[in-house]
């Protein structure tokens, strides 16, 4: 008997499925899914929240001296002319950034490989470029759902039984952050 469930799929397209779904439930709080996806899911989420959870404060913050272009009214850089060639204009600040430890960032680096990227639609700013923009999931997992279960041992999630799906009868669930 294997250790997991296969779902009726490659092992390839099961991957990605999890993949998809796992990042889908953490960036949403909640998602509706069939109850063996779920249980899956359940699994390898609780897992990178553990992670969240004990590695939420690992690191030092470090105030570190940073060129930073200087920029005009309109946002941009600022030129000067420099022996005939134009040259941008840099000023010195300090910046202060999280350090992370090793765990820390061992755990960073597992939750960027297993999650994929998020994209964030902002409504107020519809029709250009800047209306869609790259969203930092494992920030919110270190930032928002690691302090929110920072008491609990483990039970993040919960599943809540819908009913038959009308097509094939398979039971649907929604599953959702506790």
């Known amino acids: 008997m294997a250790g997991y ?12 499925l999890l993949r ?5 439930l953490l960036f949403n709080g909640k998602m509706v899914t069939t ?4 249980k899956e899911v359940r699994s390898i989420a609780e897992k990178f929240i ?8 690992n690191y030092e913050t470090v105030t570190v001296k940073a060129k930073v272009a200087r920029k005009d009214k309109d946002g941009r850089r600022v030129k000067e002319v420099v022996d005939g060639k134009k040259v941008t204009v840099f000023d010195e600040v300090e910046k202060t950034i999280k350090k992370d430890h090793p765990s820390r960032l061992y755990a ?5 490989a297993f999650f994929y990227p998020v994209k964030k639609y902002d409504a107020t700013m ?3 470029r800047k209306a869609v923009k790259d969203f930092d999931l494992v920030a919110k997992m270190f930032d928002e759902i690691a302090p929110k279960y920072e008491k609990r041992k483990g039970g ?8 038959q799906r009308k097509g094939d009868a398979a039971m ?3 599953i959702e952050l506790v």
């Open 108 to 112: 960073r680096r597992q939750m960027l």
């Open 172 to 174: 649907e669930v929604l």
């Open 126 to 128: 519809k029709g250009s």
């Open 20 to 24: 998809n779904q796992v990042t889908n």
């Open 5 to 16: 469930r296969k779902l009726g799929r490659t092992s390839s397209q099961r991957k990605a």
């Open 156 to 163: 993040y999630t919960r599943i809540v039984k819908i009913g």
């Open 35 to 38: 109850e063996s996806k779920a």
């Open 50 to 57: 553990t992670m969240a959870v004990k590695e939420k404060d």
